[in-house]
């Protein structure tokens, strides 16, 4: 399992979540603003857009919270927000890859690289370790959905790479360009999914000793922390002991 997703399990053991959702539903709001204000303000056309709305419902966002957010987006008073993609190495070199959206560049650049450096780690130039990651489709539906044959046969049929099916649900990858195509094809036979959108997967993980782990798990939480940031993601792997100690405490 690589590191950000351990990290995911991990924050949600330790029950922040709900400690977390206030910043969290500000995040997705931006995302649904930003999505709409650079497409159509309908998620029937609007790829990104109905991507958002769908990672907003995973997480519980209020209705009334996306329809806001929605509306903010043809308002003459929104603010702009620049898509940055920053790269850098963390605590045992790393590779780590943070998406933003901000309205001060400077701001958020000096931010993000100050917490690089008090990791351990530093911030690169981009492309710097990009090119460890694949930039993949991603589509989730719960357990319940399907069988794991019944999501694997029509994963294949909809041009799907990979499937993983778990009692957490399945995750369906597939070549960014065709997220939508498959998406469509899940979708008519499956429902609506928790989630679609493109990612950054790793295409090897690194596994790192206990104290590594550590500083990594803290470094991602006060990246994640940054009401820029919206995604990390990066390619380190956390011994199950570790995990189990992160999670308990």
């Known amino acids: ?31 649904i603003t930003v999505s709409a204000k650079m497409g ?3 998620p029937g056309m609007n790829a990104r857009l109905r991507a958002a709305i769908l990672a907003a419902r995973a997480e519980n966002m209020p209705k009334d919270n996306i329809d806001r957010a929605i509306k903010k987006a043809a308002g003459a008073d929104t ?8 790269e850098g190495y963390g605590p045992g070199g790393v590779a780590v890859i943070v998406e933003a959206l901000t309205d001060n560049r400077n701001r958020t650049a ?10 351990g780690g530093n911030l ?20 319940k959905a399907a069988s794991a044959d019944d999501m694997m046969e029509a994963a294949i049929e909809a041009g799907a790479d990979d499937v993983t099916s ?35 997967r790793p295409q090897n993980t690194v596994a790192v000793d206990d104290e ?18 919206q995604n990390v993601v990066a390619n380190f792997e956390l011994s199950e002991a570790l995990v189990a100690k992160m999670s308990a405490e």
């Open 1 to 31: 399992m690589a590191g950000h997703s351990q990290f995911k399990n991990i924050m949600h053991r330790k029950g922040r979540q709900d400690a977390m959702r206030s910043k969290l539903f500000s995040k997705l709001a931006r995302e």
């Open 40 to 42: 159509l303000p309908d």
């Open 79 to 86: 603010e702009n927000y620049d898509e940055i993609r920053y």
């Open 110 to 119: 000096s931010e993000v690289r100050s917490y690089f450096t008090k990791s």
């Open 124 to 143: 690169a130039e981009t492309g710097a370790v990009s090119f460890m990651f694949d930039r993949v489709g991603v589509v989730e539906f719960d357990a």
């Open 166 to 200: 778990s009692e957490h649900g399945h995750e369906v990858v597939c070549a960014a360009d065709s997220l939508a195509e498959v998406q469509r094809a899940l979708e008519a036979r499956f429902g609506e999914p928790r989630k679609a959108a493109l990612a950054w």
């Open 212 to 229: 590594t782990g550590e500083k990594l798990l803290r470094l991602v939480e006060t990246l994640e922390d940054n009401d820029d940031v």
